[in-house]
Protein backbone atom coordinates (compact mmCIF):
# COMPACT_ATOMS: atom_id res chain seq x y z
CA UNK A 1 0.00 0.00 0.00
CA UNK A 2 1.48 3.47 -0.54
CA UNK A 3 1.95 6.42 1.54
CA UNK A 4 -1.28 8.02 -0.28
CA UNK A 5 -3.51 5.20 0.39
CA UNK A 6 -2.29 5.65 4.45
CA UNK A 7 -3.05 8.92 4.45
CA UNK A 8 -6.52 9.13 2.96
CA UNK A 9 -7.29 6.93 6.12
CA UNK A 10 -5.42 9.02 8.45
CA UNK A 11 -6.83 12.22 6.90
CA UNK A 12 -10.80 11.01 7.30
CA UNK A 13 -9.64 10.21 10.92
CA UNK A 14 -7.97 13.73 11.39
CA UNK A 15 -11.16 15.40 10.28
CA UNK A 16 -13.40 13.07 11.94
CA UNK A 17 -12.11 13.38 15.37
CA UNK A 18 -11.39 17.10 15.28
CA UNK A 19 -14.92 17.70 15.28
CA UNK A 20 -16.44 15.17 17.44
CA UNK A 21 -13.63 16.52 20.09
CA UNK A 22 -15.28 20.13 19.53
CA UNK A 23 -18.49 18.57 19.87
CA UNK A 24 -17.88 16.16 22.95
CA UNK A 25 -16.15 19.43 25.10
CA UNK A 26 -19.58 21.39 24.41
CA UNK A 27 -21.61 18.47 25.94
CA UNK A 28 -19.49 17.81 28.70
CA UNK A 29 -19.79 21.42 29.15
CA UNK A 30 -23.25 21.51 29.23
CA UNK A 31 -24.04 18.41 31.35
CA UNK A 32 -20.79 17.65 33.44
CA UNK A 33 -20.29 14.08 32.41
CA UNK A 34 -17.19 12.80 33.76
CA UNK A 35 -17.56 10.30 30.35
CA UNK A 36 -18.39 12.55 27.66
CA UNK A 37 -15.12 14.43 29.20
CA UNK A 38 -12.89 11.69 29.20
CA UNK A 39 -14.11 11.07 25.55
CA UNK A 40 -13.49 14.46 24.47
CA UNK A 41 -9.95 14.28 25.64
CA UNK A 42 -9.71 10.83 24.10
CA UNK A 43 -10.66 12.86 20.66
CA UNK A 44 -7.98 15.34 21.11
CA UNK A 45 -6.14 12.32 21.61
CA UNK A 46 -6.73 10.63 18.70
CA UNK A 47 -6.63 14.18 16.90
CA UNK A 48 -2.83 14.98 17.50
CA UNK A 49 -2.22 11.31 17.06
CA UNK A 50 -3.36 11.80 13.11
CA UNK A 51 -1.09 14.71 13.41
CA UNK A 52 1.85 12.79 14.30
CA UNK A 53 0.99 10.07 11.67
CA UNK A 54 1.15 12.58 8.97
CA UNK A 55 4.60 14.11 10.22
CA UNK A 56 5.85 11.03 10.38
CA UNK A 57 5.18 10.11 6.52
CA UNK A 58 6.31 13.37 6.06
CA UNK A 59 9.68 12.49 7.32
CA UNK A 60 10.14 9.45 6.24
CA UNK A 61 10.04 10.91 2.45
CA UNK A 62 13.60 12.08 2.89
CA UNK A 63 16.16 11.25 0.95
CA UNK A 64 19.27 9.38 2.26
CA UNK A 65 22.38 11.06 3.23
CA UNK A 66 25.46 10.16 4.76
CA UNK A 67 24.48 10.20 8.06
CA UNK A 68 21.33 7.65 7.22
CA UNK A 69 22.23 5.81 4.42
CA UNK A 70 19.04 3.87 4.33
CA UNK A 71 17.50 7.22 4.59
CA UNK A 72 14.93 7.66 6.99
CA UNK A 73 11.55 5.55 6.42
CA UNK A 74 11.60 4.48 10.11
CA UNK A 75 10.15 7.63 11.37
CA UNK A 76 7.04 6.37 10.47
CA UNK A 77 7.18 3.28 13.08
CA UNK A 78 9.04 6.12 15.44
CA UNK A 79 5.74 8.10 15.27
CA UNK A 80 3.21 5.24 15.29
CA UNK A 81 5.08 4.48 18.54
CA UNK A 82 4.64 7.72 20.19
CA UNK A 83 1.25 7.44 19.22
CA UNK A 84 0.84 4.43 21.34
CA UNK A 85 2.06 6.46 24.17
CA UNK A 86 0.16 9.47 23.83
CA UNK A 87 -2.89 7.18 23.37
CA UNK A 88 -1.88 5.62 27.01
CA UNK A 89 -0.87 8.68 28.52
CA UNK A 90 -3.50 10.99 27.85
CA UNK A 91 -6.46 9.16 27.21
CA UNK A 92 -6.05 5.71 29.21
CA UNK A 93 -4.55 7.33 32.44
CA UNK A 94 -7.13 10.23 32.22
CA UNK A 95 -9.92 8.57 31.98
CA UNK A 96 -8.95 6.23 34.53
CA UNK A 97 -8.14 8.87 37.00
CA UNK A 98 -11.14 10.94 36.26
CA UNK A 99 -13.30 7.25 36.44
CA UNK A 100 -12.32 6.90 39.74
CA UNK A 101 -12.64 10.31 41.22
CA UNK A 102 -16.23 10.30 39.61
CA UNK A 103 -16.81 6.85 41.70
CA UNK A 104 -15.58 8.22 44.85
CA UNK A 105 -17.44 11.80 44.41
CA UNK A 106 -20.03 10.81 41.78
CA UNK A 107 -21.86 14.60 40.45
CA UNK A 108 -25.75 14.69 38.82
CA UNK A 109 -25.57 15.11 35.22
CA UNK A 110 -27.20 18.16 33.86
CA UNK A 111 -29.21 18.15 30.43
CA UNK A 112 -28.05 14.01 29.86
CA UNK A 113 -30.17 14.40 26.66
CA UNK A 114 -28.01 16.60 24.54
CA UNK A 115 -24.81 13.69 25.67
CA UNK A 116 -26.81 11.33 24.18
CA UNK A 117 -27.14 13.72 20.98
CA UNK A 118 -23.70 14.25 20.72
CA UNK A 119 -22.71 10.67 21.43
CA UNK A 120 -24.81 9.61 18.65
CA UNK A 121 -23.62 11.98 15.92
CA UNK A 122 -20.14 11.15 16.92
CA UNK A 123 -20.90 7.38 16.52
CA UNK A 124 -21.83 8.46 12.49
CA UNK A 125 -18.43 10.10 11.97
CA UNK A 126 -16.70 7.57 14.01
CA UNK A 127 -18.21 5.02 11.34
CA UNK A 128 -17.34 6.92 8.71
CA UNK A 129 -13.68 6.87 9.68
CA UNK A 130 -13.92 3.24 10.42
CA UNK A 131 -15.30 2.10 7.13
CA UNK A 132 -12.82 4.09 5.61
CA UNK A 133 -9.73 2.57 6.94
CA UNK A 134 -11.01 -0.76 6.66
CA UNK A 135 -11.55 0.12 3.07
CA UNK A 136 -7.90 1.74 2.46
CA UNK A 137 -6.44 -1.79 4.41
CA UNK A 138 -8.55 -4.71 2.42
CA UNK A 139 -6.02 -4.78 -0.30
CA UNK A 140 -3.42 -5.26 2.01
CA UNK A 141 -5.07 -7.24 4.13
CA UNK A 142 -6.32 -9.99 1.48
CA UNK A 143 -7.56 -13.11 2.93
CA UNK A 144 -6.13 -12.55 6.59
CA UNK A 145 -8.18 -11.50 9.59
CA UNK A 146 -8.23 -8.26 10.88
CA UNK A 147 -6.29 -9.14 13.85
CA UNK A 148 -3.77 -11.03 11.79
CA UNK A 149 -3.14 -8.12 9.56
CA UNK A 150 -2.48 -6.16 12.57
CA UNK A 151 -0.42 -8.35 13.80
CA UNK A 152 1.79 -8.53 10.95
CA UNK A 153 1.39 -5.56 8.63
CA UNK A 154 4.84 -3.60 8.07
CA UNK A 155 2.83 -0.50 7.28
CA UNK A 156 1.92 1.33 10.87
CA UNK A 157 -0.69 3.66 10.23
CA UNK A 158 -3.48 1.60 8.44
CA UNK A 159 -3.32 -1.09 12.41
CA UNK A 160 -2.87 2.15 13.93
CA UNK A 161 -6.10 4.04 12.83
CA UNK A 162 -7.64 1.02 12.86
CA UNK A 163 -7.45 0.32 16.44
CA UNK A 164 -8.18 3.91 17.35
CA UNK A 165 -11.34 3.94 15.37
CA UNK A 166 -12.73 0.68 17.09
CA UNK A 167 -11.59 2.00 20.45
CA UNK A 168 -13.83 5.05 19.94
CA UNK A 169 -16.32 3.40 18.84
CA UNK A 170 -16.34 1.14 21.70
CA UNK A 171 -16.19 4.01 23.74
CA UNK A 172 -18.70 6.19 22.63
CA UNK A 173 -21.17 3.36 23.24
CA UNK A 174 -19.43 2.43 26.79
CA UNK A 175 -20.21 6.97 27.36
CA UNK A 176 -23.61 6.17 26.04
CA UNK A 177 -24.63 3.22 28.10
CA UNK A 178 -23.11 5.08 31.25
CA UNK A 179 -24.93 8.04 30.36
CA UNK A 180 -28.30 5.74 29.48
CA UNK A 181 -28.05 4.74 33.19
CA UNK A 182 -27.39 7.15 35.17
CA UNK A 183 -30.86 8.98 33.50
CA UNK A 184 -33.13 5.38 34.23
CA UNK A 185 -31.27 4.74 37.39
CA UNK A 186 -30.81 8.50 38.81
CA UNK A 187 -27.37 6.88 40.43
CA UNK A 188 -24.26 9.78 38.64
CA UNK A 189 -21.73 6.76 39.85
CA UNK A 190 -22.62 5.09 36.05
CA UNK A 191 -20.88 8.04 34.55
CA UNK A 192 -17.95 7.40 36.51
CA UNK A 193 -18.14 3.45 36.11
CA UNK A 194 -18.52 4.02 32.16
CA UNK A 195 -15.35 6.88 32.25
CA UNK A 196 -13.10 3.90 33.87
CA UNK A 197 -14.06 1.58 31.44
CA UNK A 198 -12.87 3.94 28.48
CA UNK A 199 -10.03 4.08 30.69
CA UNK A 200 -9.44 0.75 30.57
CA UNK A 201 -9.89 -0.10 27.13
CA UNK A 202 -7.74 2.71 25.75
CA UNK A 203 -4.88 1.06 28.40
CA UNK A 204 -5.21 -2.35 26.08
CA UNK A 205 -5.10 -0.27 22.73
CA UNK A 206 -2.62 1.60 23.54
CA UNK A 207 -0.26 -1.78 24.87
CA UNK A 208 -1.01 -3.51 21.59
CA UNK A 209 -0.04 -1.01 19.73
CA UNK A 210 3.20 0.25 22.01
CA UNK A 211 4.21 -3.97 21.37
CA UNK A 212 3.64 -3.90 17.82
CA UNK A 213 5.20 -0.47 17.05
CA UNK A 214 8.07 -1.68 19.37
CA UNK A 215 8.70 -4.46 17.21
CA UNK A 216 8.37 -2.84 14.10
CA UNK A 217 10.59 -0.08 15.13
CA UNK A 218 13.47 -2.66 15.95
CA UNK A 219 13.07 -3.95 12.80
CA UNK A 220 10.82 -7.15 11.48
CA UNK A 221 12.28 -9.33 8.49
CA UNK A 222 10.30 -10.39 5.47
CA UNK A 223 6.93 -12.33 5.59
CA UNK A 224 7.23 -15.62 5.39
CA UNK A 225 5.14 -15.46 1.93
CA UNK A 226 7.53 -12.44 0.90
CA UNK A 227 10.49 -15.16 2.55
CA UNK A 228 9.56 -17.94 0.67
CA UNK A 229 9.61 -15.83 -2.84
CA UNK A 230 12.47 -13.98 -2.24
CA UNK A 231 14.39 -18.03 -2.05
CA UNK A 232 12.68 -19.16 -4.70
CA UNK A 233 13.72 -16.26 -7.24
CA UNK A 234 17.43 -16.36 -5.78
CA UNK A 235 17.79 -19.71 -7.22
CA UNK A 236 17.66 -20.32 -11.37
CA UNK A 237 19.27 -24.10 -10.67
CA UNK A 238 21.75 -23.34 -13.41
CA UNK A 239 24.06 -20.18 -12.26
CA UNK A 240 22.71 -20.68 -8.63
CA UNK A 241 21.71 -23.70 -7.09
CA UNK A 242 20.96 -22.58 -3.53
CA UNK A 243 20.55 -20.12 -1.26
CA UNK A 244 23.40 -20.88 1.76
CA UNK A 245 21.70 -18.32 3.90
CA UNK A 246 19.15 -14.94 4.02
CA UNK A 247 18.45 -12.03 5.85
CA UNK A 248 15.68 -9.53 5.36
CA UNK A 249 14.93 -6.57 7.23
CA UNK A 250 12.08 -3.55 6.98
CA UNK A 251 13.61 -0.82 6.69
CA UNK A 252 10.25 1.58 5.84
CA UNK A 253 6.93 0.00 5.56
CA UNK A 254 7.53 0.07 1.66
CA UNK A 255 11.73 -0.90 1.55
CA UNK A 256 13.11 -4.03 2.75
CA UNK A 257 16.71 -4.98 2.99
CA UNK A 258 17.58 -8.48 1.70
CA UNK A 259 21.05 -9.95 2.12
CA UNK A 260 22.16 -13.25 1.18
CA UNK A 261 24.28 -15.65 0.10
CA UNK A 262 24.15 -17.78 -2.48
CA UNK A 263 25.87 -20.77 -4.07
CA UNK A 264 27.17 -20.45 -7.30
CA UNK A 265 27.59 -23.36 -10.18
CA UNK A 266 31.27 -24.72 -9.98
CA UNK A 267 33.33 -23.29 -12.93
CA UNK A 268 31.24 -20.28 -14.07
CA UNK A 269 33.37 -17.19 -15.02
CA UNK A 270 33.48 -13.98 -13.10
CA UNK A 271 31.15 -11.77 -16.01
CA UNK A 272 28.91 -14.40 -15.70
CA UNK A 273 28.82 -14.50 -11.85
CA UNK A 274 28.00 -11.05 -12.18
CA UNK A 275 25.29 -11.35 -14.49
CA UNK A 276 23.52 -14.20 -12.98
CA UNK A 277 23.39 -11.88 -9.42
CA UNK A 278 21.94 -9.27 -11.34
CA UNK A 279 19.47 -11.60 -12.94
CA UNK A 280 18.78 -12.60 -9.35
CA UNK A 281 18.25 -9.51 -8.11
CA UNK A 282 15.99 -8.16 -10.63
CA UNK A 283 13.63 -11.72 -10.64
CA UNK A 284 13.63 -10.87 -6.37
CA UNK A 285 12.54 -6.98 -7.19
CA UNK A 286 9.95 -8.43 -9.42
CA UNK A 287 8.15 -10.94 -7.16
CA UNK A 288 8.42 -8.90 -3.89
CA UNK A 289 8.48 -5.07 -4.91
CA UNK A 290 9.81 -3.55 -1.59
CA UNK A 291 12.82 -4.95 -1.35
CA UNK A 292 14.86 -2.18 -2.94
CA UNK A 293 17.98 -3.03 -1.17
CA UNK A 294 19.67 -5.88 -2.09
CA UNK A 295 22.85 -7.32 -1.52
CA UNK A 296 24.03 -10.94 -2.75
CA UNK A 297 27.10 -12.52 -2.19
CA UNK A 298 28.17 -15.21 -4.50
CA UNK A 299 29.71 -18.60 -2.62
CA UNK A 300 30.84 -21.94 -3.09
CA UNK A 301 28.28 -24.59 -1.16
CA UNK A 302 30.29 -26.82 1.71
CA UNK A 303 29.06 -28.86 3.99
CA UNK A 304 27.40 -27.12 7.07
CA UNK A 305 30.75 -27.99 9.57
CA UNK A 306 32.88 -25.81 7.16
CA UNK A 307 30.43 -23.19 6.01
CA UNK A 308 31.47 -19.52 6.91
CA UNK A 309 28.80 -17.71 8.57
Known amino acids: MSAGGGKKAIL ?12 KFVG ?17 ADTANQGLLLLGQRRAAREADQLHPFGYGRNRYFYSFVVALVIFALGS ?3 IWEGIHKIEHP ?7 VAIVILGIAICLEGYSFTTAMRESAPLRGNASWWRFIRNSRNPEL ?8 GALIGLILAFAAIALTMITGDPVWDGIGT ?8 CIAVILIVEMQSLLIGEGATPEEDKAIREQLVDDTRIDRVIHLRTQY ?47 PDLYRTPATQTP
Do not use: F
Not at 107 to 113: F, Q
Not at 159 to 166: G, H, T
Open 107 to 113: EHLSNPI
Open 196 to 203: LSIGILLG
Open 93 to 95: LYA
Open 159 to 166: PVVLLEDS
Open 28 to 44: AAITGSASMLAEAVHSV
Open 12 to 23: AALSANAGIAVA
Open 251 to 297: LGPEEMLVGAKVSIVPGLQIADIATAIDDAEARVRQAVPAARVIYIE
